[in-house]
């Protein structure tokens, strides 16, 4: 059984800590790699935002790769991200998406995935330098273990759009999961059938980005596809990244 923990925010300058997902809901893998535990916090568009954000995380279960993901919301000039370290130790990007053509936003909307593998993470503080703010800030830390300390991501996809669902495809292999992590503005109504809650992150329908959720998805063979609902009855811009972990 996968444990999700959530930490308390009490000194973290009015940060958000957000409810986590029952962990009875969630079953590890029968094969690594699998999801541990994962954190989530965010400052609304009703908050002032901060260049520096220092999140305390303590681990209760071994853990060798880390990701995570920050979401801007909407802010001209656009966000932007100068670094992210866990324990002191730097974190190496994996994706970034920035702005929502279809949106007609092609810079004031940012999402960025970082990640940093070792044998045996244990607890310390994540650390988040911004550039510029955004008008929201959203960020999550989503621990595993039995992932490939070489070359732990297959595949990495990033989509952009502005709709009531979104879809997105990595290649796969059978021992492998996906991890996804979705921002949208208006509402997230969760992960499509096949997919597993990782952490719930919704904020407000007030500003672009202003609401992010993460999954964990098996593998589906060569490809697997992972899907995100929105509020449906309103269309709104979103980001989403999804990667494969190799065991």
Known sequence: MVAIALMGCDRLLGLTAVKPIDAAAIDAPSAPPHLTQAFAW?????????ALLDYPVGLALPASLVVVTVGLGNRTP?????????????????????????????????TEQWWLAAPQLESGDLMVVLGSVGSSTHLSAMFFAGVNQQQPFHDKQTITGDDTSSMITVATNPDEIVESVTGQGNSIIGPGSGSTSAFEDN????????????S????????????????????DGFQTVAASLRP
């Open 203 to 214: 904020g407000t329908n007030g500003d672009s980005l202003d609401n992010a959720w993460g």
């Open 78 to 110: 656009g966000p932007t991200i100068d670094s992210v370290t866990y324990g002191g130790a730097q974190l190496n990007m994996l994706v970034a998406i920035a702005g929502i053509p279809a949106a007609n936003d092609d810079t004031s909307t940012l």
């Open 216 to 235: 964990i998805t098996p593998s589906a063979g060569s490809n697997t596809t992972v899907q995100w609902l929105y509020d449906p009855g309103i269309a």
């Open 42 to 50: 965010q400052l609304d568009n009703n908050k002032p935002q901060l």
